[in-house]
């Protein structure tokens, strides 16, 4: 098993700019999440998902929007890159029932 | 709302000597807790958790926290680390009353070892 994984690991782009943020479990999870990361401020919720087909606003959703369209999958987007986007993004997945998130890699995005 | 306070921002200890890394948290119920560890350009990995029962909780690379109701503390400690024990932890709290699950994280706490 691969567990949690997210593509593109690294990524530069121009304020303005849209890119989209892949996250793939293969774990069966019913629960996918999305963190931003910053210096001193630990990991912030953006967006969740308790299933497929359906997904809800977390602490900072702003500027974000997200989709999953099948279990495994969780994708987010940036419309409209600014630099206060500029973070370290973390995808995790829990299973029904369980209590721990399992974390991606991680993807350092810059915003210039 | 729940919160989690990681007392240090930045901690150094020499290689041997013994760790101790402060988290505080503030929840109305009996809280979920946990400590992961983000090596440098790594996720986060689960080191250990609480819920129930016995106070103290071991973990993964011989690590073990304690829960202290009345301190509201769930403090990460090791006898000895290791030079591979650099890293930065992070504290945080789960409520799973809430439909999804909610995880609060601390700032973090980045520890450096010295040989």
Redesign the interface.
């Known amino acids: 098993n691969a567990g949690?994984t997210q593509t593109p690991k690294f990524r530069v782009l121009k304020t303005g700019q849209s890119m989209t943020l892949l996250c793939a479990q293969d774990m069966n999870h019913e629960?996918m999440?999305w963190y931003r990361q910053d210096p001193?401020?630990?990991?912030?919720?953006i967006h969740?998902s308790?299933g497929e087909g359906t997904t809800?606003k977390g602490e900072v959703p702003d500027g974000y929007n997200v989709s999953r369209l099948k279990k495994q999958n969780f994708l987010l987007g940036l419309e409209s890159a600014a630099p206060s986007q500029t973070s370290v993004y973390?995808c995790?997945s829990?299973g029904s029932g369980t209590?721990?998130?399992?974390?991606?890699?991680?993807t350092r995005l810059t915003v210039l | 709302a729940q919160s989690v306070t990681q007392p240090d921002i930045h901690i150094t200890v020499s290689e041997g000597a013994s760790l101790e890394l402060r988290c505080n948290y503030s929840y109305g119920a009996t809280p979920y807790l946990f400590w992961y560890v983000q090596s440098p350009g790594q996720g986060l990995q689960l080191l250990l958790k609480y819920f129930s029962g016995d106070t103290l909780v071991q973990g993964i690379k011989g690590f073990e926290a304690e829960f202290k109701r009345s301190q509201s503390s769930f403090n990460l400690r090791k006898p000895s680390v290791h030079w591979s024990d650099a890293a930065e932890y992070f504290c945080a709290v789960g409520e799973f009353g809430t439909s999804y699950g909610k995880l609060t994280f601390g700032q973090g706490t980045i520890l450096t070892v010295h040989p």
């Open positions: 949690v629960y999440y001193g401020m630990g990991l912030r919720l969740y308790v809800a973390f995790a829990r209590d721990t998130q399992y974390f991606g890699p991680g």
